[in-house]
């Protein structure tokens, strides 16, 4: 894991549900990266879900009931709000003009913003934001502060990276509704 991205997801249900994002990610291929996510960058954090992240080449191929599992990166990266705390500003700005037309499915798999001690219940689809004002400004200067990150020093840093408009399917919940698991019983197959 050799990409350190942080930034917010909220519930794909329910918006007003804001979870910092501490991923770690490794490149497997031009197309597609694979992310472990932490609620925080230290030794006590707890591994809080995944994220897939592909190219919009491949978000092209998905069937429509996939495409609404995944949202895109296109604000995130564009609006400064995603950010690579510890590298140059150069390197960052690089990385997310790639970045800025990448799709990602995310699952948490811990719901921390409940105050759960323990991993419960179901994974849960996650979201990212899309445009201003639909996360508090105060997450993000708090964030911004804990890391040493500059949100709109990074916005402006981004400024000339092309606001790509997002593929079709993507960002579900804009729609008004969204998939989200539960959970039901079937039957076991293949007992022995």
């Not at 700005?93 to 970045?99: D, F, Q």
């Not at 499915?105 to 004002?133: A, E, N, S, V």
């Amino acid at each position: 894991m050799n990409l350190y991205l942080n930034g917010f997801h909220f519930y794909a249900d329910d918006m007003g549900r804001p979870v910092e994002a501490h991923h770690f990610c490794t490149h497997l291929t031009e197309d597609f990266h694979q992310c472990i996510i932490f609620d925080a960058n230290n030794e006590q954090a707890r591994l809080i879900g995944i994220e897939y992240i592909i190219s919009e080449r491949l978000f092209e191929q998905l069937p429509d009931d996939e495409r609404q599992l995944w949202h895109s990166h296109a604000y995130e990266t564009t609006s400064g709000l995603l950010a690579m705390p510890g590298i140059p500003d150069a390197v960052e700005t690089v990385a997310m003009r790639s970045l800025a037309t990448t799709y990602g499915k995310t699952w948490h798999t811990w719901q921390i913003d409940r105050g759960d001690t323990l991993p419960f219940g179901i994974p849960q689809l996650m979201m990212g934001y899309t445009r201003d004002g639909q996360l508090d400004p105060a997450l993000i200067a708090e964030r911004d502060r804990n890391l040493r990150v500059s949100t709109s020093d990074n916005r402006r840093a981004r400024a000339d990276i092309p606001v790509p408009t997002p593929a079709r399917g993507a960002n579900a919940w804009e729609r008004g509704d969204t998939p989200q698991l539960t959970v039901h019983h079937v039957p076991t197959q293949n007992r022995r």
